[in-house]
């Protein structure tokens, strides 16, 4: 175990100017993530001691307020009035994430989900009443898929919508408790329409999940007739948005409520779509709604990158215990443990930035107006990221803002200095969009079908070379003693080599993921126990979904390198993506040794290597969390600021200003 | 790998009764545990949207009913009314934890932090003048050390208390804004004194910090001359706490209100201490307030326990997915990633709870009145157990409380269903009372210090005895590759066998720690860089730390366990037992791969028996969750009732309820 380096003598000698590093990170659509800044920089965050029904009625004047700048408006349709900025409009979604979340995710209710499913689900009967309203935040909606007894098990919700050819209407039901319509946001206050997911059902057939636009309210507010709105009440956090729950009784809609762009009932009930298989055609539907998820990503990673920036910043001002050889105290962030605390969390963050940046640039190119025909293999693709990252970025941010809480003391828990609001808002991040375990479930199986596809296409020969390489892994395991050659990386084992890190982590992927195939193939037989054998397997398929996504952010942090022209940010940028690379083989290192892709010397050098990072990174932290962009007046606390703290701190955070 | 038993294929033939178990966990403090139950259970939770000056109102309302039970009583000594039991109200405090937390904390800092300074630093012209108005709650009080610029490294402190011998009075003055006392609960709003922790200044001379009895408000609530009362404000959680800052300009107290057990200052200035040397005399007033460590604790033993009871009873009823083979939607807890999520965690709370218990125990034997003269290594091995034991315990209790949030999904968000309140409450206990990370390095300096008296003890054999079996393992570790046999534990490696699981937790604890001891030896040099050195080596003593508190809970459920007479209940617990072993090997099976002490196939054995044992407790979750024996009243929750959800469950929670 090496020294570690003098925090002072960092390898990166010229450190990069500030400009070059956020112009590096702000990417594509820096203007957008520019105008963001400068537009909403001046909100300030909810004072804690707002009530829930204030706090609401505040995040709804931010809406409001939102609306005007005409920011919303860009992710829709030009010929309403819209941009057709997909990606930049996700993009902004990420940026507000630095505020205040309620209003994030109020605004992710109204446009991305409400707004979106009128947009990709509607069609222009659709678009021409109702487009205009939603993007200008008049029309307030909600998106009414979860219900109590189906959260992830979407395809199965209860709710039903049957046709009545005599009168040509939909009649929209909640036929037992477990049905009711449950957190859905905007509901419990403000929401006048929602888009309703329920079975189909026409001439006593039934035919999947379908979206239909329903007034829940009327103008002044009451509820619909035969629609009960209950309230979630207090959460966790958010609690300026305003979920409810929706109960309907046999309520009737017209025929056109239906959004009818990939199905449609005739005025004498005859159902038509131009995707006859149900399955695909309710997971095309729902492929549509990617955009949330991959929303919901990009405010986690604002969130953490805030939550980084706090203790930080912090912990370069805070001292304790004293250096015996001068007396001196020392600066928090000093301490190995403090910085292993923090900078692997910030390497990280870097990786998923990129990797979301791809991301989003993958579904402008998909979604965007004028994308032509949708290319299912490349939504597939899009949908299984989305996912990924979703679950992967939420667990990181959770995680991280737990960490800069407990690593800014006391102080972090006191709400003027901010984490715990984004604590508190954030939680939720793992389990809604998507629960992260099945999510990565989702993944696990959609790689698992590519893999099956390409094993098949290596024909015999192809298939038999793969099968090597795992009988190589398997007698490795089997023996139990790791007497064969390491085949990865071998001798000349060097942590900070790139091509190593990238080896040992795609190698890991497509290990896992050919063991988890090799182990559920059983279940295709008949009357194989289905579930029992993906039961058995399930911590595997997990594992080797997770594998993927950490493979596939990875493989972003390098390309986003490849692509910088200034030397500095290139030599820091490299850095920070060798603690990244190598944090994520020491978390999994035991993985490694077990199958004898890394020898006890060599696991034990990437600890070390993980070491001396921090310490060379050390002196960079706080450029690396400046370049975020974070405008001051959202990391406005008393831990941050210069002068000494005083009795003013302890007054309630001024409330919102526009 | 082995398939995965049939959840009702249980080993455990002949599950215990509930009362058995009950009686198992209560232990040695029944009849306490039994008397909170009751006299509590009808509390109810206070509901989330009160207001911060509500909530506090209502919690000193709680604070003034439990003084009435007489039950904070029973800590203190027989004279002054009450019943000398130490023990006894340590374990009344944890079992208050399934209640309001707030609550918990409050009357922790008036009864064990403010009433038990008063106590243990104070004597008898402190004990006849305050102690009853302190047990009957009449005189609330703070417990004023923390400062702002001084939260870990309490030695510091920056707050002085200069003697006067002109007027027989100490002066106590905040020098600077980072000596400002912060944090300091009861101090916002309802504490009358404060116990002062400041620099002793006499005659010109420093003799470091002591305590003094002062008091901050006069009877109408007014802050005394010279006093500065600051809000901390809105916290992330235990809002019913009020916590504050004091700053203090030139506050005269006289003589007397020095707590002089351990040291004086005579009239004329003269100090006097019963202890030489100021570090020791420090530390031992220092020691005397263990019984707070030991408290949070037991307090985030049973915030975890809540959290799981209400996760696991959940995880019974939620269904989602069908099994293709019924059509059948399947429990949620019947999958493997669920069982991996929650049954490990209940297995280790369970062996936290024993580690508990012994360390109230020990400080019952200790600390009881007529315990007889403090034996000093007793003191010190019972201050580094309740070191250990609050950091581990509090980092459990947080990760298991996330865990069983994110287990609830959406519904473990909503504050009606409890969790939130829970999260927030408890996550300041990873860093009150001794930051987590500030406590593990504590523990790893006294094993360090043991350790070297230990192998200075075993004479020269026994040093080369010692030395041989750790270079054995250096030689594992250098050559890299895990040629030689592996010491532990063998050729026959059967995970579930109890002894070889002791034998590679209690190695790895003694491996690290040699370890360590090595890598400081050199600091001992004269001008050796004393905190590169120290820094280097800090994440190996964090490790060493840890790993040997794991090794001490282990012994714990051991003991536990070999207490046991009921038949089923032993043969349950040797179960659990198995799983918290084996799942913490699992978490570091990366270290024992690299040291040699598990092959890769051993290491993937222990992994399949976590999955098996998994399976096998499934069955007995409901069973293990109920024998916390929380209180009904303080689960009710509407994800809990059997009665299908209605929408009175969006109604705030009742109020509380005395």
Redesign the interface.
Known sequence: ?T??PKNDAAKNDTAPSLDALRTTLDGRWADVRQDVRSRMGSFRPA???L??EDYRARVLELVRELARTGRPHTGFAEEYGGKGDVGGVVVAFQALGYGDLSLLVKAGVQWGLFGGAVQVLGTSRHHDEYLRRIMDGELLGCFAM?E??????VQ?LRTTATYDPATREFVIDTP???A?K??IGNAARDGRMAVVFAQLVTGGTSHGVHAFLTPIRDDAGAPMPGI?I????????LNGVDNG?L?FDHVRVPREALLNRFADVAEDGTYSSSIDNENRRFFTMLGTLVRGRISVAGGAGSAAQKALAIAIRYGERR???????TGE??VVL????HQ?KLLPALATTYALQFAQDDLVSQMHRLQSPGAGPVDEAAQRDLENRAAGLKAVGTWHA?ATI?TC??AC??A?????NL??QL??DT??F???EG???VLL?LVGKGIIADYGKRVGALGPLGTVRFAGAQVLGSV????????LPSRLPGRGFAPRDRAQQRRLITDRAEHLLAGVAR?LRPALKKGA????IF??A???M?AAARAHVDALVLESFVDAIDRVADPAVKALLDTVCDLHALAVIERD??WF????RL??????AVTGAV?DLCAELRPHARLLVDAFGIPEGWLACPILEDR????A????VPSLVG
Chains 1, 2 share one sequence.
């Open positions: 175990m020294a570690a004072s804690p001691d009530s829930t979860t109590t007894g189906h959260g992830s098990d199965h037992e408790p477990g009711r449950d957190y009960d209950g309230d979630c009440g207090h959460k966790a956090g729950r109960t001292r304790q215990f004293s250096d015996p050889a105290e020392v000093d301490y190995r443990a292993r959770t737990q809480r407990e003391g006391g972090g828990y006191l709400s003027e984490i715990p604590k508190a939680d939720v793992t389990t809604f629960d992260n375990t479930q490795v395991e089997r023996t139990g003693v790791n007497k182990r126990d289905q579930f029992g039961n058995a399930q911590d595997h997990l290192r035991a040794l077990e199958h004898g020898t006890a010397a060599e696991s034990r070491n000494a703290p005083t009795e701190d302890s007054e309630p």
